[in-house]
Every structure is written in structure tokens, then in C-alpha cells.
């Protein structure tokens, strides 16, 4: 009995596939050299570019897969989910691998990089006053950012599951999060904004100075507890992103569980603690390490309303100073990199728990 042939690969569909990626790169290397060397008026630029993006990408995933297609089935059903994947990874590594790797290069030299100094910088970085502030800021935002945003959000999201007002309050809750940190940054600056005098505009001040007491320089004259005011406003916008999660979480409790302890009388403060944590704690797990990135690399805030002053220093802004207001490439590297180093555990973590819970 003869073995089936496997089928060939064609000489059209090669050359089909050649061309087609040669035409895709030269086309959009192309409009890209145009849009660098444009003189257009800026809103025109700016309309051409958003077509590019929408147009351009469906583009190359149309003649990709056109090209995918001249193949047999069985070659075809491996090559698919490379054209699919393949352009994001690329730009991926387009925009943060090769980033990545140049910025681990520059560390190894000096202030204008032309000098190589091996490990000075990461030995530099450890000795420095502004550095160890950098670093016990980042910790407060850590620990203390994270912490309430869980508990609250872990909070809100019980008592809005048991309340007839559910999808109001999480709206009002969850609203923050429609904005940008800068913004947030923004807002706050005049809730904690103080002038010298009677007269205040800032909301926090206004409220004091209307029972009697005085006016502070919340975010400035209030050391350490400046921090605590700046890591507020990263509680009011992460709140709302936790509370969702924990509630589609609760959701997900069976009921039958939840309605036989009540029947062999359990309380609802043990109910939460006993069946809700451990039903949901991959989901605490996730929100909690999702949180902690944000923390690590906060950066929005801190240089709004401070720009780092008055011992609120974070990392981010010690290497955004180094590196774009100094100069200094080498040293703003080193820092970039001990961030890098600081977030990755935490991710690693976060993709072990999507990969139990199937997410690849």
C-alpha cells in the first residue's frame, strides 16, 4: 500500500512571497522617509499618518496572508500564525528589545559615552544620596500604593455587589482611570495647591481654612508625608481598575458554595475570608503584581507635582534627569536598566499566572 505524497511547494508561491514582503518593506519604508522629510503642515501629517497606521496594517496582514495562502493547507496552517504574530513581535522588538539592549550598552561608559567604564556606573548608583531616596520612595509607593489599592478596590468591590446603586458606584469609582496620570497629576496640583495668606484656591485648603485651621504646602513643607499625598492620587486612579477585576472575580464564586455556608451559619466576614480570598486569589495575585509595575515605574505624577523635589524623588525621574536634563547617558542608562531589572521579576510572575490560568 503507497504512502501518500506530501504536497510540494511551488516556485509561484516562493517568489509570491518574496515579492510580497520586499513590496511591503520598500512601500512602508518609503512613506516612512516621507513622513520624516515632510514639510506638510503638521494636522495634514498627522491625518496621514493615523490612515497610514489603520490602512498600512491591514495591508500587510491581507497580502501576508495572501501570500500564505498560494502554500498547501498543511504548510499554510503553520505559516499563518507567524504572519499574524510575526509583525507585532517585530515592532515589538523594534521599539523596546533593541532599546533595551543599546540602553544595557550605554551603561558601560561614561557621562558622554565615549569611554568605556565596565561596572563604575551600577557601583556609582548605590552610593548616591539622591539615588537611596529615589529608592525608599519607590518602595513607599510600593508597598503603600499597592496595599490600598487592593484593599479598597477588594473593598469596594463586595460592598457594590451587594448594593441596588452596583453599576453607578463602580462608574464613579472606575472613572479615573478615563485619564491620564499627567492629567490626574494636574487635577491635583490645585486640590493641594497653597499660596501664603488667608486666601486659598486649593480645594484641601480651602476646606481647612473653612473650619478654622491652616493652610499647608501639602506636597512641599510636609516631609516624608508629601510622598503619602502624591501615592493618593495613584489610589484614587488604580482603585477603579482593581475593583472591576475583583468584581468579575466575586461573579465568578459559585453560588451553591456561598449559599450552603450561609446555611450552616457562617457569617458573611467569614464567607469573604474563608471561600471569596482563596476562590479568587490567582486574581489578587494579578492585580496585585499589575499594580506593583505601575509603582515601580511611576514617573507622570511625581514630575507634575513636584518634578522630584522636596525628597520625592522616585527612579524614573532620577533617570529622566540624568539622562535628558544632565546629559549625563551613561549614569541615566544605569538607571534605566536597575528599573528594568526591578519590574522584570514582577511580570515574570504575572505571565506564570496567565499561563496557569490558560491564558497562552
Given at each position: 500500500m503507497g504512502t501518500k505524497a506530501k504536497p510540494g511547494i511551488s516556485m509561484r508561491a516562493v517568489l509570491i512571497s518574496l515579492g510580497t514582503l520586499l513590496a511591503n518593506i520598500a512601500v512602508n519604508g518609503l512613506i516612512f522617509l516621507f513622513f520624516r522629510d515632510?514639510?506638510?503642515?503638521?494636522?495634514?501629517?498627522?491625518?496621514?499618518?493615523?490612515l497610514w497606521g489603520v490602512v498600512g496594517v491591514y495591508l500587510i496582514y491581507y497580502t501576508l496572508t495572501y501570500a500564505a495562502e498560494q502554500y498547501p493547507d498543511e504548510i499554510r496552517r503553520r505559516i499563518l500564525p507567524f504572519v499574524f504574530v510575526g509583525p507585532a513581535v517585530l515592532l515589538l522588538g523594534w521599539l523596546l528589545v533593541l532599546p533595551a539592549l543599546r540602553t544595557l550598552y550605554l551603561s558601560f561608559f561614561n557621562a558622554s559615552s565615549d569611554k568605556f567604564v565596565g561596572l563604575a556606573n551600577y557601583g556609582a548608583i548605590f552610593s548616591d544620596r539622591l539615588l537611596g531616596t529615589a529608592l525608599r520612595n519607590n518602595l513607599l509607593w510600593v508597598f503603600v500604593g499597592t496595599f490600598a489599592c487592593v484593599a479598597f478596590g477588594l473593598l469596594i468591590a463586595i460592598l457594590a455587589d451587594r448594593s441596588s446603586y452596583e453599576r453607578i458606584a463602580k462608574s464613579i469609582i472606575f472613572?479615573?482611570?478615563?485619564?491620564?496620570?499627567?492629567?490626574a497629576g494636574v487635577i491635583w496640583?490645585?486640590?493641594y495647591y497653597y499660596q501664603p495668606g488667608d486666601e486659598q484656591i486649593g480645594l484641601l485648603n480651602a476646606?481647612?481654612?473653612?473650619?478654622?485651621?491652616?493652610p499647608q504646602a501639602w506636597t512641599s513643607m510636609i516631609q516624608p508625608w508629601n510622598n503619602f499625598f502624591l501615592i493618593l492620587i495613584l489610589?484614587?486612579?488604580?482603585?477603579?481598575?482593581?475593583?472591576?477585576?475583583f468584581s468579575a472575580a466575586i461573579k465568578g464564586v459559585p453560588e451553591d458554595i456561598l449559599e450552603a455556608a450561609r446555611v450552616d451559619g457562617s457569617g458573611?466576614?467569614?464567607i469573604f475570608f474563608q471561600i471569596i480570598i482563596p476562590f479568587i486569589s490567582t486574581t489578587i495575585l494579578t492585580v496585585t503584581t499589575t499594580i506593583i509595575v505601575f509603582t515601580l515605574k511611576i514617573f507622570d505624577v511625581v514630575m507634575v507635582m513636584t518634578g522630584g523635589q522636596y525628597d520625592t524623588e522616585v527612579v524614573a525621574t532620577q533617570f529622566y534627569r540624568q539622562f535628558f536634563m544632565y546629559r549625563n547617558f551613561g549614569y541615566g542608562s544605569t538607571l534605566a536598566i536597575?528599573?528594568?531589572?526591578?519590574?522584570?521579576?514582577?511580570?515574570?510572575?504575572?505571565?506564570?499566572?496567565?499561563?496557569?490560568?490558560?491564558?497562552f
Open positions: 515632510s514639510t506638510l503642515n503638521p494636522l495634514v501629517t498627522a491625518v496621514l499618518a493615523v472613572m479615573p482611570m478615563a485619564i491620564s496620570f499627567v492629567a496640583k490645585f486640590i476646606i481647612v481654612t473653612f473650619f478654622g485651621g491652616e489610589i484614587w486612579m488604580q482603585t477603579g481598575f482593581a475593583m472591576v477585576i458573611e466576614i467569614r536597575v528599573l528594568l531589572i526591578a519590574v522584570l521579576p514582577v511580570i515574570l510572575i504575572n505571565l506564570r499566572q496567565f499561563r496557569k490560568q490558560g491564558g
